[in-house]
């Protein structure tokens, strides 16, 4: 079955250091989306990529997608401590809303 | 617009007792996922409905089941609690099929003893 994979597992950083993590898939892709979960939070959503080599920005946030669609990465540019929290990839696998997270990765930010 | 809401949001049943858990999906949306989180396994997708039918289920056994009603509100119900449903089960909506962001709620933190 289906494995995605993310990379790091935990990440800590000093405030204003870049942080990045990636996703990666055993299958191609189909969309891919992005969630935030704060500690004691739900996940909440970010962003979108549907198209190979799609790159969208969100302020500080670069989302990218993989040319064969089987990898993204979300990257983190002068990381503040409202960016602590959990990050999933997320593959919308037949359109119809049943997510298949990957694995996450942790992020602290010291201050 | 009001957001996803789920009710209890805590909750302590002991081995072979069943549950009941509900969610209020955003108004006007039709799809309502449902999913489980746990330390060990992450978010894995139970299932999702739209329009009372249930168009996907995730890899779960029969104690699990769901329902939803014409106001899309939905259900979902857990039969013989083992211990390893002791979970964090959040649902989402979303406004539609095809690929829509999902609003997830502040899920039901299930505890079985």
């Known amino acids: 079955g289906q494995q995605v994979m993310q990379i790091p597992q935990y990440q800590h950083v000093q405030e204003g250091e870049d942080f990045t993590t990636y996703c990666n898939s055993s299958?191609?892709?189909?969309?891919i989306q992005w969630y935030k979960q704060r500690p004691g939070g739900h996940p909440v959503f970010l962003i979108q990529l549907v198209k190979s080599g799609e790159v969208k920005k969100q302020k500080r946030l670069t989302f990218q997608f993989g040319e064969a669609k089987k990898n993204s990465s979300l990257h983190i540019t002068a990381t503040q401590t409202t960016d602590v929290g959990t990050y999933f990839c997320?593959?919308?696998?037949?359109?119809?809303?049943?997510?298949?997270f990957g694995t996450g990765t942790r992020l602290t930010v010291i201050p | 617009k009001a957001g996803v809401t789920q009710t209890p949001r805590y909750l302590i049943k002991t081995r072979g007792q069943q549950v009941t858990l509900s969610c209020s999906p955003i108004?006007?949306?039709?799809?309502v996922s449902w999913y489980q989180q746990t330390p060990g396994q992450g978010l894995q997708f139970l299932f999702e409905y739209f329009s009372e039918t249930q168009r996907n289920k995730g890899n779960f056994p029969g104690r699990f089941s769901g329902r939803q009603f014409s106001n899309s509100r939905s259900e979902m119900n857990v039969s013989t609690l083992e211990l390893g449903d002791s979970a964090l089960y959040l649902c989402?909506?979303?406004?539609?099929?095809?690929?829509?962001?999902?609003?997830f709620g502040p899920g039901t933190r299930l505890t079985v003893t």
């Open positions: 108004s006007g949306h039709r799809s």
């Open positions: 989402a909506s979303s406004a539609g099929q095809g690929a829509a962001e999902q609003y």
């Open positions: 997320a593959d919308d696998q037949t359109g119809a809303n049943n997510l298949f």
């Open positions: 299958t191609t892709l189909s969309n």
